[in-house]
């Protein structure tokens, strides 16, 4: 019976600790997605493990291991005998990236017009007005994630799964130019104007209006990045030239 009791008790044991490592290995992975997504980790710059080690108080296996997740996910790259580095997004893999992402925007909002719940749709009224409330507080943080969270509601309301993973993979490659995308209030008051849009064609059931609005949302995004990233280029020309003849 003692023997019994003690097989148990490790049991028990093994089992807690398995999900306390899972959980930390959870945490991780989305705090290191997320200096990334908001720019504390900036494209090309190389991750020093021992500064992410104090600064999120881990050791380096789980920091490690989290670092194969987000290589895994395209976030990061990890090249032999030089460590990992925030990966960098060419432009034309940003072009074609945008291109594919509002096929599947549009493609969920046509399905979720038809599968939607009331409960769902509810949620994601609740989500836009909390938006809003951010917006008003400069909370681009909060602004961000609740908006994400909206796009990705209405994925899932289309309840296909190889669209979902489909969306997923794509998306977080492009989380970071998303978030990028919303520095400048003008273009949050836009998105709200179009998070409304959509909000009233989900109530109306109108999936070809709520795609096309998605797919035309996504556009307007990838555009608006592509001349930010132009100007940065411009800029950044014109400081070497002056440096130059300095």
Known sequence: MQNTENDNGASSFLTVTKVERMRLHDTVVTHLRNLIVEGALAPGMKLNERELCETLGISRTPL???????AAEGLIEIAPNRGAFVSRMSDTEIWESFE????????SGELAALRI???????IKALHYA???CRAQNDLP????RNQT???KINEAARNSV????????NRRLLALRFKSNFQAGKWDSAI????????ALEARDGARLGAILRRHLLEKRDAIVRDLAGGSEAADAANASAAVA
């Open 64 to 70: 490690r291991e989290a670092m194969k997740v987000l």
């Open 100 to 107: 594919v992402m509002s096929g599947l925007e549009a493609m």
């Open 117 to 123: 719940t009331p409960v769902e749709i509810a949620e």
């Open 131 to 133: 938006m809003i409330a």
């Open 142 to 145: 909060g602004y961000y994630s």
């Open 150 to 152: 909206i796009h990705n």
């Open 163 to 170: 669209l979902r993973q489909t969306y997923l993979s794509i």
């Open 193 to 200: 104007q179009d998070h409304e849009e959509m909000i009233r």
